[in-house]
């Protein structure tokens, strides 16, 4: 895979990936990938403590005069460009906002192995994502209020952003490791382009509450006040743990599903 040494961080698989230099096909298993994720929601946690540290600051989503939107979509146009020409698009977990007219990396890139399915890997829900944030979610972790603190601001959603797109875009993987392992079920249900059988055939609702209480336990420990007087700040958290476990019940996880089953229906193509 594409930059996962960046995506699982310091455990053995890193080293092992790190020492191989690349990702390849036998490495493709259901527990790699699931380190993957769980290391994916300390990123995504962090990211929300550091948004929540600022109010709302609505006029940054406003519509402004001689801008095609606002001065967010602006912030991520650009910095996405940015990013583009450094390389970031190139990986297969990434997934742009503004996908159309990216220019091209800067420096070559190594060959990568393509592990995807072609026509699933250019998947990208990632407008459905950033309703999901602006409409749902940032009322949920900021409070009211404007203090102008803008570019700092949209710094901060876009690093959100980019951490639930990453991980939710990782269904994909999810997804073809599933059919590999078990191509003769999935292949049933593609051919007959049931929704609801692969649903049923990716769900593993004892994994999904794992993580809604271990993102909730996450969200107590990295976003706790810490002072030196003990007892002082039981009970006061940065971003509400309740919110991080609704947050993946009613969005992340259900997203994720839905880029799997969206993979899916067209792995055989
Ligand atoms: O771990 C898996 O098997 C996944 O497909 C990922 C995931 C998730 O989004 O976390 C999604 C569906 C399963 O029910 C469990 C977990």
């Given at each position: 895979f594409v930059g996962f040494s960046a995506a699982i961080g310091n455990t053995s698989v890193f080293k092992h990936v790190s020492e191989m230099g690349n990702f390849s096909d036998d490495m493709l298993n259901l527990d790699t990938l699931r380190k993957i994720l769980v290391r994916e929601e300390d990123t995504i946690i962090f990211s929300l403590i550091e948004r929540a540290k600022y109010p709302i600051n609505s006029p940054l989503y406003d519509k402004r005069p001689g801008l095609s939107g606002s001065l967010f979509e602006f912030f991520v146009k650009e910095s996405e460009a940015v990013q583009a020409k450094a390389g970031r698009y190139s990986s297969a977990e990434e997934n742009a906002f503004f996908?159309?007219?990216?220019?091209?990396?800067?420096?070559?890139?190594?060959?990568?192995e393509q592990v995807l399915h072609p026509r699933g890997a250019s998947i990208n829900i990632n407008e459905q994502i950033s309703n999901m944030y602006h409409k749902q979610l940032?009322?949920?972790?900021?409070?009211?209020g404007d203090d102008r603190n803008y570019a700092i601001t949209a710094g901060r959603d876009l690093d959100c952003l980019q951490a639930l797109s990453r991980r939710i875009h990782l269904g994909k993987f999810v997804a073809e490791i599933k059919f590999?392992?078990?191509?003769?079920?999935?292949?049933?249900?593609?051919?007959a382009?049931?929704?609801?059988?692969?649903?049923?055939?990716?769900?593993?609702?004892?994994?999904?509450?794992?993580?809604?209480?271990?993102v909730e336990k996450k969200a107590m420990v990295f976003g706790q006040e810490v002072d030196l007087k003990e007892n002082d700040n039981v009970g006061k958290y940065k971003v509400n743990p309740s919110v991080v476990s609704r947050l993946y019940g009613e969005w992340v996880?259900?997203?994720?599903?839905?880029?799997?089953v969206e993979y899916l229906l067209c792995r055989l193509d």
């Open positions: 996908p159309d007219n990216l220019p091209p990396p800067l420096l070559p890139l190594r060959d990568n940032l009322p949920l972790i900021t409070s009211n590999r392992e078990s191509p003769e079920n999935y292949t049933r249900a593609i051919r382009q049931d929704k609801d059988a692969l649903m049923k055939l990716l769900t593993f609702t004892s994994v999904e509450e794992m993580i809604k209480n271990r996880i259900p997203l994720t599903k839905f880029v799997e």
